[in-house]
């Protein structure tokens, strides 16, 4: 079982930077591919980043060059440094734990909001 909580988000306004973690207990994320998702009032919640416990990245088309994802094991922690938001952006962030070989165990935490506006 994994424990996901998500912190750093807030109002920010366009052009601006944040960096969103995602702290991990329970079990090593080490073994697990992470992920940030986001949700939109009224949309579908879509992968923005992803990196595999081999350091792989993969990022929304809408979010690359701006949005980088990295991970630190001995922390247990996973990050998403957001730059050059936009109102776009705007949403619930969360964070998403895979196991590498157990399809099974895959969880999720409770999110936190991004608001880009003036």
């Known amino acids: 079982q994994v424990q996901l909580v998500e912190s750093g988000g807030g109002l920010v306004q366009p052009g601006g930077s944040l960096r969103l973690s995602c702290a991990a207990s329970?079990?090593?994320?080490?073994?697990?591919?992470m992920g940030w998702y986001r949700q939109a009032p009224g949309k579908q919640r879509e992968l923005v980043a992803l990196i595999t416990s081999g350091g792989s990245t993969n990022y929304a088309d809408s979010v690359k060059g701006r949005f980088t994802i990295s991970r630190d094991n001995a922390k247990n922690t996973v990050y998403l440094q957001m730059n050059n938001l936009k109102p776009e952006d705007t949403a619930v962030y969360y964070c998403?734990?895979?196991?590498?070989?157990?399809?099974?165990?895959?969880?999720w935490g409770q999110g936190t909001q991004v608001s880009v506006s003036s």
């Open positions: 329970g079990s090593r994320i080490s073994i697990y591919n």
């Open positions: 998403n734990a895979q196991h590498t070989i157990l399809s099974r165990s895959n969880y």
